[in-house]
């Protein structure tokens, strides 16, 4: 009975919302930056719902995304939801622009602006007059007194002159949540862990490279599926290359190889966090599977800090 109630309301704030979107675009443009997390797709979706082809989905390849990740999001909305999606592949531009930078908000910085960027151009070429933007409520009431800036299409609106529609706004993540499986999303993405914007480019501590992102790429995705495979719930669970090497033996012979951290987590809004008791087994399985699997990597240790005093990400 309860249920049902609820997923009237999901029902009726879903036709709220495209009922507001409809009238407020009207016969204009509408475009969003869809990074394929739950926030932006719920509200594509809803967009979508709303206005159909004349919403332009724009989704960015920063080369910083999860094994799989640009594949899965086209083939979803593209191909499943009938999105008009712009796909735009600017791996390029974001690893140039990070050549030589160590400092993790000189990272973050970097990134958003190219992101910005890239995003402003296609923006421009739409002429769109609606920015539809996956904003939630933790997002603008955390926003004062960040430890670390978080990347996302800030400042956007006033740059290309857009009005800003978001229709997530008062919502939290677990509510994002209900509405993305109320409309019909995969499980895939409203059970997402959260990626943090700049993606796998904050996992590679220090410089970024594609030689070290596709290292860190392939951890991460053995660390996931060891995690699904288990059947654990952790609010994130992912692999961090650090930039220290480290000794070990191949056979009779000394190696000299990348270190992998594991940081698995739990926790209810990522303002603080606990490193999760992960069984023994499941550890050493990925332990096993990163060495075997990556051959530059020659160790993998886990992190058992909580936060405070470490954050969930390492940089
Ligand atoms: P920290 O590392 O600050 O992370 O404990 C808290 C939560 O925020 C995510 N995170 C980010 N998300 N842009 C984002 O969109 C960022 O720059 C960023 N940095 C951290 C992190 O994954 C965790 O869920």
Known sequence: MLKEKVMLMWESFIEEKVREIRETVGGGKAIIALSGGVDSSTAAILAHKAIGDKLYAVFVNTGFLRKGEPEFVIKTFRDEFGLNLIYIDAQDRFFEALKGVTDPEQKRKIIGKVFIDVFEEVAKEIDAEFLIQGTIAPDWIESQGKIKSHHNVGGLPERLNLKLIEPLRDLYKDEVREVAKELGLPEKIYNRM???????????????????????????????????????????????????????????????????????????????????????????????????????????????????PATIEFE
């Open 194 to 308: 959260p990626f943090p914007g700049p993606g796998l480019a904050v996992r590679v501590l220090g410089e970024v490279t594609p030689k070290k992102v596709a290292i860190v790429r392939e951890a991460n995705a053995i660390v996931e599926e060891e995690i699904e495979k288990a059947k654990l719930r952790p609010w994130q669970a992912f692999a961090v290359l650090l930039n220290v090497k480290t000794v070990g033996v191949q056979g009779d012979i000394r190696a000299y190889k990348e270190t992998i951290a594991v940081r698995i987590v739990e926790s209810l809004d990522g303002m603080t966090a606990n490193a999760m008791n992960v069984p023994w087994e499941v550890l050493q399985r990925i332990a096993f599977r990163i060495t075997s699997e990556i051959p530059q990597v020659g160790r993998v240790l886990y992190d058992i800090t909580n936060k405070p």
